[in-house]
Every structure is written in C-alpha cells, then in structure tokens.
C-alpha cells in the first residue's frame, strides 16, 4: 500500500509533490538492533488508525497520470555508489580532525562516477592538506562516505540568513596522488598502470599509490578485475586487488605466480572452470552496481 503524504501525514492531491508512504502487513514494526534493542530512525515508522504499520520512505514524489515520479528527498540524504550517504554527518566527521576549523559537504552529479561527495573545508592552518583531511575520513568512514574531492578555501560562503551559499562554491576538482616517477618502472607495473589509467579515466604513474588512493571505489575495482583478467594470464582472485591495492604490490604478486589457496575455499575440480565463474559473478555485480547507482 502506497500514499503521498505532507508533512502532517495528510494525503495530498494528484500532483502535488508530498513524501511517499509505505504501509501494510509487510512493513516492520521498527529496526531492531543485534543486542535486541531499538534502533535508530524510529520515528519513520507510523501507526495508522486501522492499526497498519506505515514506513516513511523520505522520498518526495508526485503522481502524474498514475505513475510516482521520484522528485528529491525529503531530508539531505544522497544515493552514492548505492548507499545512503547523510552529507552532515560526514561534516560532522571531518569536523573532529583538528585541521578543520569550518567544513560543509556536498553531493556533486559527475558523468564519469554519477554522485559523488565534495568537502569545502576551512583550514586551521597552512599545513593542512586535503590529503591529510582525507586520510582522517578514511580512518572514521566507510569507503562509499569518504569524499571525493576536497576543496581547501579561505571561508564558508553564507547568505543573508547565514546559511552557506551553495552557489557560490566552486566547481570541486578531485585530489590528484603525487606523481610517482615514470621511470623505473618494471613492465609488469606499467601494464598494471596502464590498466589503472583506463578504468579512472585519468593518467596514473606512481606504482606506490593505492588505486583507491588514485580515484577508484569498490564499484570501479569490479571494472578493474575484469580489465585486469583480459590483460594478464596468471590466476588471481578479486580479493587480491584487496590484498596488493597498490601497482607495484599487484606486480610483485603476479611476479611471484598464484598465492597457495586460503583453508576452506574452493579449488580446482575437473570440468569446473573456477576463473570464469568468479569472472561471471563479477560482470553480474557490476551490472547490479550499475543499476543502483543510475537509479536515482
């Protein structure tokens, strides 16, 4: 059972745009935590007057010739890579590292990676790096939260009303890893970079940077492993991008042929082509990745 509601939990007309409502018999009470407790955002979930269980989803939406046209959300919630991401709780984060005096953070729509996050953080000194506030978010928050671009400016922008003018932030540009030097650089390792290079969209020369140091995220390592599988013969697994996340460290594995298998998983049995399951379970993920993260 679906409705459109306002903020007072009232229908609204055809048309209108309201917050979308989820109730009837399949709808849960509450979460529930592992110990047994409640646990957060309790009050999305209703009571009606018949006694259905109603969930409020946070999705504005109107109805226009019977079909629900998807039109925002009713807090600051973002879709990235699929997974909810509240912008002012990872402000909150960034705002405990001692380098950030004033932060806010954004979600940006890029053609390349669909949405993404941008933090404009006020500095506490010349020292602070965006490398250094982003070493603090990937220490507090998961990979999918951590921002993509960090822009390092002299103040927030505000309005009359003192809120900030998100119009007036600039354009975010995404952290550049510090070249690394091209040469001397083993052939294997350039293949690897090369293959790197293709999946970002942009050049990649240090062998010791990670590839999620350099731009690439859990969705673009399944691209990675499929690019990687055309370009190399020796056997490796996709926890291995995991395990070897830099050029050089990939290289050395390679270099050293196929690790002896961990206890308990699967080996090779006769009429079994293990490679090419796990290459086809991997296209099916990136498949679904990319489903979700174009499903706004």
Request: aromatic content about 6%.
């Given at each position: 059972?679906?409705?459109?509601?306002?903020?007072?939990?009232?229908?609204?007309?055809?048309g209108?745009?309201?917050?979308?409502?989820v109730g009837?018999?399949?709808v849960?009470?509450?979460?529930?935590?592992?110990d047994?407790?409640?646990?957060?955002?309790g009050?999305r979930f209703?009571?009606?007057?018949d006694?259905?269980?109603?969930?409020?989803?946070?999705?504005?939406?109107?109805?226009?010739d019977?079909?629900?046209?998807f039109?925002?959300r009713?807090?600051?919630?973002?879709?990235?890579?699929?997974?909810?991401?509240?912008?002012?709780?990872v402000?909150?984060?960034?705002l405990?590292?001692?380098g950030?005096?004033?932060?806010?953070?954004?979600a940006v729509?890029?053609?390349?990676?669909?949405?993404?996050l941008?933090?404009?953080?006020?500095?506490?000194?010349?020292?602070v790096?965006a490398a250094?506030v982003?070493?603090?978010?990937?220490?507090?928050?998961?990979?999918?939260?951590?921002p993509?671009?960090?822009?390092l400016?002299?103040?927030l922008?505000?309005?009359r009303?003192?809120?900030v003018?998100v119009?007036?932030l600039?354009?975010?540009?995404p952290i550049?890893?510090r070249?690394?030097?091209a040469?001397?650089?083993?052939?294997?390792?350039?293949?690897?970079?090369?293959?790197w290079?293709?999946?970002?969209?942009e050049?990649?020369?240090?062998?010791?940077v990670s590839?999620?140091?350099?731009g690439?995220?859990?969705l673009l390592?399944?691209?990675?492993?499929?690019?990687?599988?055309?370009t190399?013969?020796e056997?490796?697994?996709?926890?291995?991008?995991?395990?070897?996340p830099?050029a050089?460290?990939?290289?050395a594995?390679l270099?050293?042929?196929?690790?002896p298998?961990?206890?308990g998983?699967?080996?090779?049995a006769?009429g079994?082509?293990?490679?090419r399951i796990?290459t086809?379970?991997a296209?099916r993920r990136l498949?679904?990745g990319?489903?979700?993260s174009?499903?706004?």
């Amino acid at each position: 059972m679906l409705g459109v509601r306002d903020r007072l939990g009232r229908p609204v007309p055809t048309g209108t745009r309201g917050e979308l409502h989820v109730g009837g018999a399949p709808v849960a009470a509450g979460y529930l935590r592992a110990d047994g407790t409640a646990g957060p955002d309790g009050d999305r979930f209703t009571l009606g007057a018949d006694g259905t269980t109603g969930y409020r989803t946070g999705d504005l939406v109107r109805i226009a010739d019977g079909v629900l046209e998807f039109a925002g959300r009713a807090d600051d919630q973002v879709k990235v890579r699929g997974y909810r991401v509240e912008p002012d709780e990872v402000s909150a984060v960034l705002l405990r590292f001692e380098g950030v005096l004033a932060c806010t953070v954004r979600a940006v729509r890029t053609e390349e990676r669909g949405t993404e996050l941008a933090a404009y953080v006020v500095p506490a000194g010349a020292q602070v790096t965006a490398a250094a506030v982003l070493d603090h978010a990937r220490a507090a928050l998961p990979e999918y939260a951590v921002p993509r671009y960090v822009e390092l400016i002299a103040r927030l922008p505000l309005t009359r009303s003192g809120k900030v003018d998100v119009r007036a932030l600039r354009a975010p540009r995404p952290i550049r890893p510090r070249p690394g030097p091209a040469s001397g650089l083993s052939p294997t390792e350039r293949r690897v970079l090369a293959v790197w290079s293709s999946v970002l969209g942009e050049p990649v020369t240090s062998p010791t940077v990670s590839f999620f140091g350099a731009g690439g995220s859990s969705l673009l390592a399944l691209t990675l492993y499929l690019r990687l599988k055309e370009t190399f013969t020796e056997p490796f697994l996709m926890n291995d991008l995991f395990r070897f996340p830099t050029a050089r460290g990939f290289a050395a594995f390679l270099a050293r042929g196929s690790a002896p298998t961990p206890q308990g998983a699967a080996v090779d049995a006769p009429g079994r082509d293990l490679n090419r399951i796990a290459t086809a379970a991997a296209r099916r993920r990136l498949a679904r990745g990319r489903e979700t993260s174009t499903g706004e």
